[in-house]
């Protein structure tokens, strides 16, 4: 499958974005999908993930009740709602895909998409 990301750009401390990651090539609701960011100087870290359903869905400790991860499979994209956005959320995020629900274990992901940029400015 490859995934394009999407939907990043710069925003004011307090506003919102919303990535989309567009599925191609195989049939995308067999995936379960996670989102991860990468700020500069530092590793790569989990953002949150939702299952092939779209039943369950998972977020990283900080990020509760801010971010809301979700699903149509129907159009074969995968989102990530960011609100009361930060400067500490400025990164480039990566969407991801897996067979089997890999959570926050970034080795289980198979298919990653290219990354794209948020800019939280204060």
């Known amino acids: 499958v490859q995934l394009q990301a999407s939907g990043g750009g710069l925003v004011q401390a307090g506003g919102s974005l919303r990535l989309s990651c567009v599925a191609s090539?195989?049939?995308?609701?067999?995936?379960?999908v996670g989102w991860f960011r990468q700020a500069p100087g530092k590793e790569r870290e989990f953002v949150a993930s939702?299952?092939?359903?779209?039943?369950?869905?998972d977020y990283a400790d900080v990020l509760k009740g801010r971010f809301t991860i979700s699903r149509d499979n129907a159009k074969n994209t995968a989102y990530l709602q960011m609100n009361s956005l930060k400067p500490e959320d400025t990164a480039v995020y990566y969407c991801?895909?897996?067979?089997?629900?890999?959570?926050?274990?970034?080795?289980?992901?198979?298919?990653w998409g290219q990354g794209t940029q948020v800019t939280v400015s204060s």
């Open positions: 939702i299952t092939s359903s779209g039943s369950s869905t």
């Open positions: 090539g195989r049939t995308f609701s067999s995936y379960a």
């Open positions: 991801a895909a897996s067979l089997r629900y890999s959570g926050r274990d970034t080795g289980g992901y198979n298919y």
